[in-house]
C-alpha cells in the first residue's frame, strides 16, 4: 500500500500542525485520489507505528480520526479497511460560497494550508498570558461566583478595562454602555436586531466581511454594497445608494478592513460622520482589528457618540476565547441587552475574568506593540512572496492579517479554489466578500497562515498555466 509515498516525507516537514493530523490527512488525501481503495486493509497500529517511528498512542490517534470521519472501520480484529470510495470533485460556485469558507475552514479536516483563513495563527496567540490567567483563577476562590450567570451586560471589571483601553485612542464611553458579547459575530448580530426591522436595507462594504452576509441573510435583511475604495467607502456611491434605498443603518470596517486590509482615511471618516449626522444614518462600525493598529490610527467612534462600536479579543489574545463587546446609546444599549438575554443569557465570565487578568497585568500593551511588529514583518514577507509568485497586491497594508491580491491575468476564482482544495490548500477568492457573490478576481491571504513554500510553488504554477494560454 503507498503509505510511504515520498509525499509523506515532505508533510511531516510541515510546521503548525500535530503528527497525529500530519498522519492523518495524508492518509486521508491518498483514500480520496483513489490510491488506497474501498475495501483496501491498512497496516496494523503496530506496522504504522514502525513505518512512521511514531508512538502506538499516535498510531491509534491517526486510527481513530480516520473511523470518526468515516474513512476506514475495524473489521472483527482483522484489522482495520478502507470504507470510502472516492467521489470525483464537480464543485459549482455554490459549493464554494461563505457557509463552505465559514464551517469548512474550522474543520479538523480542513486543508492544512489555510491561506484563507481569518485568524491569527497558533505562535500569534497569547499562550503565555493566558495560562497565567488560568493560574491565578484556580488558586484563587473565584470560580464558584464565575459559573454562575453574572451580569447581563458582562464582567463590570473588564468593561472598566475596556472603557479605559479605548480611552487611549480618544473613543471615550462609559461602563455602561458598554455590553459583553460571545464574539464579535453576535455583536454584530445584537447591534442589527436592535437596529433593523425583518425586510429592511443595510448598507454594507463592497468588497465586506463575509460572514457579515451570511447573518444578513438570516435576519431577513437586504444587503446592499456600497463600493470600498483605498480610502474607505466611496461617499459619492454612499450618497447616491442611500438615496436610492432610504437605508438607516450601514455596517462598515474603519480600520484594518477585511478582506482589503485598508484603513481609511481621516477626511473619509468625518465626511461619513457628518452625513451620518445629517440623515440619521446609524452606523455599525465593526472594527475587531483595531488594536492591531497603530494608537493614532482614526475612526468614526472617535468622532461621533451615536456610532455603535464593536470589538474583540480574538484578534489579539486568541479566538477561543470568544470575547466580543459592544458600545451604544443607551436606548439601544436597552435593546442589545434584552436580545441577548433572549438569545443567550448571559455570557461566560470565565473568559471574561481570563481577559480582565490578561488587560490589569499590564502585559497585553507590550503584547499589541510586539504582535503589530509581527504582523508588519509578515505583510512585508507574503507581500514579497505573492508578488514572485505572478500576484499583484491591491495595497500594501500597514499591519494587520489581510493581504487583498490576484493574479495578474484573468483566471476563475471557482476553479482555482478547486484546484487549491484538492491539493489541501484553503483559498479564500473574493467573491465570498461581495454582496450576492458578485464576480471579482482577487483573493485574501492571511499574512500569518500564508508564508508557506507550497503555497507559493502553487501560485506559481497556476501563473505558468495561465500565462501560455
Known amino acids: ?6 509525499l509523506f516525507l515532505q508533510s511531516k516537514l510541515r510546521e503548525k500542525e500535530t503528527l497525529t493530523n500530519k498522519i492523518f490527512h495524508f492518509i486521508q488525501r491518498e483514500i480520496e ?42 473489521k472483527n480484529r482483522s484489522g482495520y479497511y478502507v470504507t470510502k470510495t472516492p467521489i470525483p470533485l464537480s464543485y459549482t460556485q455554490s459549493s464554494f460560497n461563505p457557509d463552505w469558507l465559514l464551517q469548512h475552514a474550522y474543520e479538523d479536516t480542513s486543508p492544512h494550508i489555510k491561506a484563507g483563513g481569518g485568524w491569527l495563527s497558533e505562535q500569534q496567540i497569547f499562550t503565555s498570558s493566558i495560562q497565567k490567567s488560568l493560574k491565578r483563577i484556580a488558586q484563587s476562590n473565584l470560580i464558584p461566583s464565575l459559573m454562575e450567570y453574572g451580569d447581563p451586560a458582562g464582567l463590570r471589571p473588564l468593561r472598566t478595562d475596556i472603557r479605559q483601553l479605548l480611552e487611549r485612542r480618544n473613543i471615550h464611553t462609559i461602563e455602561n454602555a458598554i455590553t459583553l458579547t460571545h464574539g464579535a459575530s453576535q455583536a454584530l448580530e445584537l447591534s442589527l436586531r436592535a437596529c433593523t426591522q425583518p425586510g429592511d436595507i443595510v448598507l454594507v462594504d463592497d468588497p465586506g466581511y463575509c460572514n457579515l452576509y451570511l447573518l444578513l441573510k438570516n ?6 454594497g456600497v463600493p470600498y475604495t483605498k480610502e474607505g467607502p466611496d461617499i459619492d456611491a454612499l450618497l447616491k445608494i442611500q438615496h436610492q434605498t432610504k437605508a438607516r443603518v450601514m455596517v462598515t470596517t474603519s480600520v484594518l478592513h477585511n478582506p482589503t486590509g485598508i484603513c481609511t482615511s481621516l477626511d473619509n471618516i468625518n465626511k461619513i460622520n457628518e452625513i451620518s449626522k445629517k440623515i440619521g444614518l446609524i452606523l455599525i462600525e465593526d472594527n475587531i482589528f483595531l488594536d492591531l493598529a497603530p494608537i493614532r490610527q482614526p475612526c468614526l467612534s472617535q468622532n461621533n457618540s451615536n456610532v455603535i462600536h464593536i470589538g474583540s479579543f480574538s484578534k489579539t489574545i486568541g479566538p477561543g476565547l470568544r470575547v466580543g463587546y459592544i458600545i451604544a446609546p443607551p436606548t439601544i444599549t436597552q435593546k442589545i441587552l434584552s ?30 506593540s510586539d504582535l503589530r511588529e509581527q504582523l508588519f514583518q509578515n505583510q512585508k514577507k507574503v507581500s514579497n512572496a505573492l508578488k514572485c509568485s505572478g500576484l499583484k497586491i491591491y495595497n500594501r497594508p500597514m499591519g494587520g492579517l489581510f493581504i487583498w491580491a490576484r493574479f495578474t491575468c484573468d483566471i476563475s476564482p471557482l476553479k482555482i479554489t478547486q484546484i487549491a482544495a484538492e491539493n489541501n490548500i484553503l483559498l479564500a477568492p473574493g467573491y465570498l466578500f461581495r454582496p450576492n457573490q458578485a464576480s471579482s478576481q482577487w483573493f485574501r491571504f492571511n499574512v500569518t497562515l500564508s508564508d508557506n513554500k507550497e503555497l507559493y510553488s502553487f501560485l506559481k504554477n497556476i501563473t505558468c498555466a495561465y500565462s501560455h494560454k
Open 33 to 74: 485520489q483513489g490510491h488506497i481503495t474501498a475495501g483496501e486493509r491498512l497496516p496494523s497500529i503496530r506496522t504504522l507505528a514502525d513505518l512512521y517511528s511514531i508512538s502506538h498512542v499516535t498510531a491509534a490517534n491517526v486510527y481513530n480520526k480516520l473511523s470518526e470521519n468515516g474513512y476506514i472501520q475495524s
Open 339 to 368: 436580545y441577548k438575554m433572549s438569545i443567550s443569557l448571559t455570557t461566560p465570565q470565565i473568559n471574561e475574568m481570563i481577559v480582565h487578568n490578561i488587560l490589569k497585568s499590564g502585559l497585553y500593551v507590550t503584547h499589541l
Open 1 to 6: 500500500m503507498p503509505l510511504s509515498h515520498p
Open 219 to 224: 435576519l431577513n435583511l437586504h444587503a446592499v
